[in-house]
Nanobody, 119 residues
Framework: VQLQASGGGLVQAEGGSLRLSCVASGIFFSISNLGWYRQAPGNQRELDALITTGRTTNYADFVKGRFTISRDDAKKTVYLQMNVLKPEDTAVYYC?????????????WGQGTLVTVSS
């Protein structure tokens, strides 16, 4: 199982946007709930957004209205469109896949991609 995240980088806070992508291999993508988490230095990993197999989405309050999660099951890819980026969004972003088999969830993580937002 591999989750390969990409799309991070350095962006200015004023009007800055980034689109993160995460390509999965070795898992049954269509039966996976998918998500993006962030971890800033000295902080615990926390949820940004989730999208279920039925495409129900859930966002952390601090990204609502700015970030959009989506998935393309044919490409086995989950995206995070990040708009109106703020310096406090600076973190390593990890993609997540929760594969549901017989009522049990198996959790997988990508390697992380660094997002730096300068003020």
């Amino acid at each position: 199982v591999q989750l390969q995240a990409s799309g991070g980088g350095l962006v200015q806070a004023e009007g800055g946007s980034l689109r993160l992508s995460c390509v999965a291999s070795g898992i049954f993508f269509s039966i996976s709930n998918l998500g993006w988490y962030r971890q800033a230095p000295g902080n615990q990993r926390e949820l940004d957004a989730l999208i279920t197999t039925g495409r129900t989405t859930n966002y952390a309050d601090f990204v609502k209205g700015r970030f959009t999660i989506s998935r393309d099951d044919a490409k086995k890819t989950v995206y995070l469109q990040m708009n109106v980026l703020k310096p406090e969004d600076t973190a390593v972003y990890y993609c997540y896949a929760g594969v549901i088999v017989d009522g049990r969830t198996y959790n997988y993580w990508g390697q992380g991609t660094l997002v730096t937002v300068s003020s």
